[in-house]
């Protein structure tokens, strides 16, 4: 009750859920009120927003836009949830048994990490996308398994920490196993810096699909994207600006609403938390 409490009073955590509840609903319900996102025009391409019956104006193929940043959202939820649960499961394992185990299994596994480290997440994922080839689930693939590199880092490093802790000393005297200790004793006391970079990396595969999108190798047409949308309308930038500003407005609303919810959650939880996705986000 006390933590509840606490996250009514936390304003970056309310403002982020309020922000991220209404772009689940346009996402969720959106593409069911506005209609199909493939109809198109071509006398009515180019349309400001608020003309009658285009809510945010029409592309340059008369296609609403309204109707396909609903549609590109969900993508883009779809993308970032899905890329959050493999970085997170992959990486929280590969963490906890670096740790813990130590010895020959960390060093294989740590050198593994530090190489792709050494790369830029966004190149890596870039090449692993145009090497698996184009569409969603090769993003989905590419980008959640790199970011499985930074978790498994911040997992590992506070594992380490955590294994020399007198519940784990006890624990592994009374002879509990090694997957009892990993499950019952160490995973529940990283579970709060598990949560606070989930959130984080819910914005990060948000910006990787865009981004991804932005260069041909994420969702394809006709399937509408954010970052293909913005790619689309740069090329009409001084005369309709708004077929690249509406989306591109979106994807910063998106991410300012997730980061918001993990710098509440971190805050809430415990404000040292900083540092560890300090280490997490340096990239």
Do not use: C
């Not at 939820?77 to 740790?99: D, E, H, P, R």
């Not at 990396?201 to 991804?212: D, H, K, N, P």
């Not at 954010?226 to 708004?242: A, F, P």
């Amino acid at each position: 009750m006390n933590l509840l409490r606490r996250a009514r009073k936390n304003k970056q955590l309310v403002s982020g859920s309020i922000l991220a509840t209404v772009i689940v609903l346009l996402g969720v319900v959106g593409p069911w009120l506005l209609g199909d996102y493939t109809d198109q025009d071509l006398l009515l391409g180019h349309l400001p927003p608020m003309t009658s019956g285009y809510l945010l104006g029409s592309d340059a193929l008369g296609r609403d836009i309204a109707a396909r940043v609903v549609v590109g959202i969900r993508i883009s939820l779809i993308v970032a949830i899905s890329v959050t649960v493999i970085a997170v499961v992959v990486g929280t394992a590969i963490g906890l048994v670096a740790g813990y185990i130590k010895g020959a299994v960390d060093s294989m596994i740590s050198l593994v990490v530090d190489f792709i480290w050494g790369f830029p997440l966004i190149l890596v994922a870039v090449l692993a996308a145009a090497s698996i080839g184009s569409g969603l689930l090769p993003v989905i693939l590419a980008v959640g398994l790199v970011n499985t590199v930074a978790i498994a880092r911040v997992v590992r490093g506070e594992v380490l920490g955590l294994s020399e802790k007198e519940f784990v000393v006890a624990a592994r005297a009374g002879g509990y196993s090694t997957m009892r200790i990993l499950t019952r004793h160490l995973l529940p006391n990283i579970m709060p810096v598990v949560l606070v970079l989930s959130s984080y990396y819910v914005a990060v595969g948000i910006i990787a699909e865009a981004s991804l999108s932005f260069v041909g190798l994420g969702a394809q047409p006709p399937l509408p994207s954010l970052g293909q949308m913005v790619s689309e309308g740069r090329n009409y930038m001084r005369l309709n600006h708004w077929e690249s500003t509406v989306p591109g407005i979106v994807i910063f609303v998106m991410v300012l609403s997730v980061s918001l919810i993990g710098d509440g959650l971190r805050d809430l939880l415990d404000p040292r938390l900083r540092t560890a996705v300090e280490r997490a986000s340096s990239k």
